[in-house]
């Protein structure tokens, strides 16, 4: 089972509470955030690099020292205000016509070390690092990690009787994506949700945010052993997540586009292809008007953009095994039988010839991308879904690189979790 507790949040007043809501420090540039900050905007906290003139690096001492800097200013201009009292807090997003609620609560750090906190990508050491020294010096988690947990009736009852009453604010951002937050400061509906997290829910699974849940425990760890007195108890102890039932979730395809052949001409290209798939010609320009982009229709079906034209490549049986759940999904597949064997790509996170473009950016961006000259094939790919990401979390398995995309991302600065 998890252990949670609730927190007393820094949160922004709602009058303010758009001017100092961001996008997660991961999804801008600096430059993007430098031009997208206003003067309260969290971005001064998250990406403090945009403060210098010119922009200092983001790794550099005077980078961090101006985060601290910007953190407790924050503080002192009650742009971020403390909650009188340790709450829950429910959080929704909407994208279209879905609405997904997740509770705010915090985790143990005990429960990462132990696999009650599930993983499912390779951290990198570097990012892990980076984001250690904030939490580190901040004292605080700034931004959330994003949770899935199974369904509970129970749990989904007590958020669906939080969110019939008013809530604290509701806003849409500049993508179009709702945001909206209710506080759960009952003390005897409190004492229920923890104790159904402790009794009832065996694990959570980690959908975005590997890099600061890993930091956020080596952190734990690491004031754990310069405090003799050590409980486990300690807020340092705990770190902030937004937890959502799986069955709300949707996992969007994350795609592929590559420089360059590897030497080969297409038509040699795509008889390599015709050994492992069965290729097919889905739609080409007509009339002066470009190809219409062609979508995977089920698990083993990719679609590909080559020479202005989509195709349809499904693969054959017996070239992949379904037995395995690493084997079987359809990242494995495409990186096995066409990145690797054919195009000469066998390192996803180091190999430059290659990038990864968000389901978000729909199929019109793969094929701006070849279009341009700026890649020369496209691959889209048939999404995977939760009960896949959580079958292989449960297995202790990792998915090859860059196999979700989960949209919305989460607002930073909605709540924020101190020790």
């Known amino acids: 089972m998890v252990r949670v507790k609730p927190f007393a949040a820094l949160r922004p007043p709602k009058n303010i509470v758009t001017e100092v809501a961001a996008p997660p420090y991961d999804v801008l540039d600096s430059a993007e955030a430098g031009r997208m900050a206003g003067e309260k905007s969290l971005l001064h906290i998250t990406k403090p690099e945009i403060d210098f003139e010119p922009m200092a690096g983001e790794h550099e001492q005077r980078t961090y020292d101006k985060a601290v800097a910007n953190f407790k200013l924050w503080q002192e201009r009650e742009w971020l205000c403390r909650d009188s009292k340790p709450c829950y807090y429910v959080y929704s997003q909407t994208m279209g016509k879905r609405t997904q609620y997740g509770l705010v609560l915090c985790a143990h750090t005990d429960d990462y070390a132990s696999g009650s906190i599930k993983k499912h990508e390779l951290t990198r050491k570097d990012k892990e690092d980076d984001r250690m020294v904030h939490v580190r010096i901040q004292s605080a988690n700034i931004e959330p990690v994003f949770f899935a947990f199974h369904d509970n009736a129970e749990l989904s009852s007590i958020v669906e009787a939080a969110v019939a009453r008013p809530s604290e604010f509701r806003f849409t951002d500049e993508n179009g994506f709702g945001h909206e937050l209710w506080v759960i400061d009952d003390d005897a509906v409190i004492s229920r949700i923890t104790s159904l997290f402790n009794d009832s829910v065996e694990a959570f699974y980690v959908a975005d945010g590997h890099h600061r849940t890993a930091a956020a425990a080596r952190v734990g760890a690491e004031r754990k052993s310069l405090n003799p007195a050590h409980t486990g108890e300690e807020e340092y102890n705990w770190f902030m997540a937004v937890c959502f039932p799986e069955s709300q979730l949707k996992i969007l395809d994350y795609n592929r586009v590559v420089k360059d052949l590897n030497g080969l001409d297409e038509e040699a290209f795509l008889k390599e292809l015709e050994k492992d798939f069965e290729v097919s010609l889905v739609s080409k320009p007509r009339c002066g008007r ?35 759940p690493i084997g079987v999904l359809d990242v494995t597949i495409l990186s096995n039988l066409v990145l690797d064997a054919v195009l000469g790509i066998k ?24 279009d341009s000259g700026e890649m020369k094939v496209a691959f889209a790919l048939y999404p995977v879904s939760m009960k896949q990401l959580t079958d292989i979390a449960d297995s202790g398995k990792i998915m090859p690189p860059k196999t979700t995309w989960f949209e919305p991302k989460l607002r930073s600065g909605l709540t924020i979790h101190t020790f």
């Open 290 to 324: 470009p190809a219409k982009p062609y979508q995977p229709t089920e698990l083993h079906n990719f679609s590909m953009y080559l020479g202005g034209r989509w195709y349809s490549l499904t693969a054959k049986p017996g070239r992949y095994d379904d037995t395995d």
């Open 347 to 370: 390192d996803l996170r180091t190999d430059s010839r290659i990038d990864f473009v968000g389901g978000i950016r729909g199929l019109d961006e793969l094929q701006r991308r070849v």
